[in-house]
Nanobody
Framework: QVQLVESGGGSVQLGGSLKLSCVAS????????MAWFRQSPGKEREEVAV?????????????LEGRFTLFQDSAKNTVYRVTTYLEMTKLKPDDTAVYYC???????????????????WGQGTQVTVSS
């Protein structure tokens, strides 16, 4: 059974940094689209970034590249267990949200998938940025 567990959330001030991690276990395929989404109160869940764990190709949504960096721990990853990290810098109050990790088997380019297309989800981790 695939399980995703996020960690690393917390409270920071404007301009601060946080590094989120997502550990996916119970995997059975050689590659997955592993994405980060975020949702703030009253808003729809939005994509942040996604990585194809097979080849490492990464895609960022909504011009977050430059402040956010998504990468995987290739040295430790196995077919059954994958860890990805979302490094967030220059944080703004608008970045305040619950951040979710999601995964699915890729049958297309990972950037083509949206929240409704993902099979597995973590429980989320809260990120709060104060001014």
């Amino acid at each position: 059974q695939v399980q995703l567990v996020e960690s690393g959330g917390g409270s920071v001030q404007l301009g601060g940094s946080l590094k989120l991690s997502c550990v996916a276990s119970g995997l059975t395929y050689g590659s997955y689209c592993m994405a980060w989404f975020r949702q703030s109160p009253g808003k729809e869940r939005e994509e942040v970034a996604v990585i194809n764990t097979g080849g490492g190709a990464t895609f960022y949504f909504d011009s977050l590249e430059g402040r956010f960096t998504l990468f995987q721990d290739s040295a430790k990853n196995t077919v059954y267990r994958v860890t990805t990290y979302l490094e967030m810098t220059k944080l703004k109050p608008d970045d305040t949200a619950v951040y979710y990790c999601a995964a699915r088997v890729p049958y297309d380019s990972c950037e083509e998938y949206r929240a409704k297309d993902y099979t597995y989800w973590g429980q989320g981790t809260q990120v709060t940025v104060s001014s």
